[in-house]
């Protein structure tokens, strides 16, 4: 986030932050889920107490259609508490819970990451980044917030078993008596723990995974302890969200009825009629809009458009609270994280990549090419130090046979000079026997040309009979 503080100040920037077109839509979408929720208990509830029809218009959605949205919440708000009623009561409430807790956890696990990314590196996430994260710790996100929610059901169950056996005829009374100081009231210490602490910290647990990338035990432990251990500056830090929150939304809800009211008294004028059934309502959303139940098929189509377009821009504030409240939770979270664990906002967890495996194998084929170059062109290399090596021993062999042959030449003259002179010392008579004696060489000559002249003097007489 730009012009970040690290400090208290950051809270005024969280409406700003939640004002993004993915939050809206994540929060909208949790909306939606919320409302089908609360819309589906609410009938079953008035199906199983034999109250509320939707034909008559007694029903929450009709209600909430109607503009009486005080009455449709105090419909709704028996569900919130598991104690109200009795095991019925109890088992519905437990799975309202549980579907809530999914809706909500599936949608608010992106909004944090998304607000942990901008908030702590000023960076512009897409929606698909926060999902891979989201994706990989979903049941972290799930189990964070039900973990308590699950042990708050279990004390409960215990202390109702506890009543359930009090209700044994004549021994009943005395178990019970007997459970009260060692089972119960420890047992309701610890629910009453959860529960506060649960409910106050509960904004913190998402976005202590999502900045962490910690496990469901952590999550919720991590929020318990920033409450525990820094609980002047949480409740300080969460009075000035609360503040903003409300301004702010109630801001948006003014808006979004104004352009209500402009849609729908523009086009009565025009339509010279209503467009829709209208009348006071109660609360902030004060027109009561209906579609017409007579005139034209047409108009009636019409109507029901009209209906759904302002049910759609309503939940657009409900989409915006619901990114608010986890949004500033978030920036919260990292100051508290930064007041008790002395980490630095910038720390935010980010998870490495694992490699596909097609790049796996393209990188082992480029590296075995590489291999496969290197050793063809080691190869020739070595080929090349062959060759010049066999060129040096054909030249160094044409050089020492012919020294050896040349010592053989030696070594033969001077052994048949040793057998003719009788044992010459062999060092020094080779190197004369190589030399011969010119005047031998002439009396050698000289002698060959005596016997020349004999031989022809004796052909001449050979040749004459009467000589």
């Known amino acids: 986030m730009k012009d970040r503080k690290g400090n208290w100040m950051d809270l005024f920037a969280s409406h700003a932050l939640a004002v993004d077109a993915k939050k809206i839509w994540l929060g909208f979408l949790a909306a939606l889920g919320t ?18 029809n939707m034909a008559e218009g007694d029903n929450v959605i009709v209600m909430l259609l109607g503009g ?11 569900f919130f508490n598991p104690f ?20 909500w956890t599936f949608f608010a696990g992106p909004i944090t990451r998304l607000t942990a990314l901008q908030y702590a590196r000023d960076d512009i996430p897409t929606l698909n980044d926060a999902k891979k994260m989201v994706s990989k710790k979903r049941k972290a996100f799930f189990f964070a917030p039900v973990t308590p929610l699950l042990a708050v059901f279990l004390f ?18 005395w178990l019970l008596t007997v459970l009260l100081p060692i089972g119960i009231l420890p047992g309701t210490i610890v629910l009453t723990f959860i529960v506060v602490l649960g409910v106050l910290s509960f904004g913190l647990m998402l976005p202590s995974i999502s900045i962490g990338g910690k496990d469901a035990f952590e999550g919720w432990s991590s929020a318990y302890s920033y409450l525990l251990w820094g609980f002047n500056r949480f409740i300080s830090y969460t009075a000035l969200a609360a503040v903003i929150g409300i301004v702010s939304v109630l801001a948006a809800a003014g808006i979004s009825e104004l352009f209500v009211a402009l849609m729908h008294r523009t086009v ?22 209906l579609p017409v139940a007579s005139g034209p098929v047409g108009l009636r189509v019409a109507s029901w458009m009209m209906v759904i377009i302002v049910v759609l821009i309503r939940m657009l504030v409900a989409a915006y609270a619901f990114s608010y409240f986890f ?25 490495e990549e694992p490699v596909e495996e097609e790049e796996v194998r393209d990188h082992s084929f480029a590296e075995s090419g590489k291999d496969a170059d290197a050793g063809e062109s080691g190869a020739e290399e070595i080929l090349e130090d062959d060759e010049d090596d066999g060129d040096d021993a054909q030249e160094e062999p044409a050089i020492s046979a012919g020294e050896e042959e040349e010592k053989e030449d030696l070594r033969a003259e001077s052994e048949a000079d040793d057998d003719a002179e009788g044992g010459d010392d062999i060092g020094s008579e080779p190197a004369r026997a190589t030399e011969p004696d010119p005047a031998a060489l002439e009396e ?20 004459n009979p009467d000589a």
């Open 35 to 52: 409302a089908a929720i609360f819309a589906l208990f609410c009938y079953v509830n008035e199906f199983i107490a034999g109250t509320g």
């Open 68 to 78: 009486r949205c005080a009455t449709g919440i105090g419909r709704m708000l028996p």
């Open 84 to 103: 109200a009623a009795g095991w019925l009561h109890f088992v519905l409430s437990a799975v309202f819970y549980l579907l809530l807790m999914g809706v």
């Open 156 to 173: 409960a169950l215990c202390n109702q078993l506890a009543g359930l056996i009090g209700s044994i005829p004549l021994i009943g009374p």
């Open 268 to 289: 009565s004028i025009g339509l010279a009629g209503e467009l829709m059934q209208t009348g006071p309502g109660e609360g902030v959303f004060r027109h009561s809009l």
């Open 327 to 351: 949004t500033a939770n978030t920036i919260i979270c990292f100051l508290m994280r930064k007041h008790v664990d002395k980490v630095d906002i910038d720390d935010v967890y980010y998870e």
């Open 444 to 463: 050698e000559d000289a002698g060959e040309e005596a016997e020349g002249r004999t031989e022809d003097k004796n052909e001449g007489k050979g040749g």
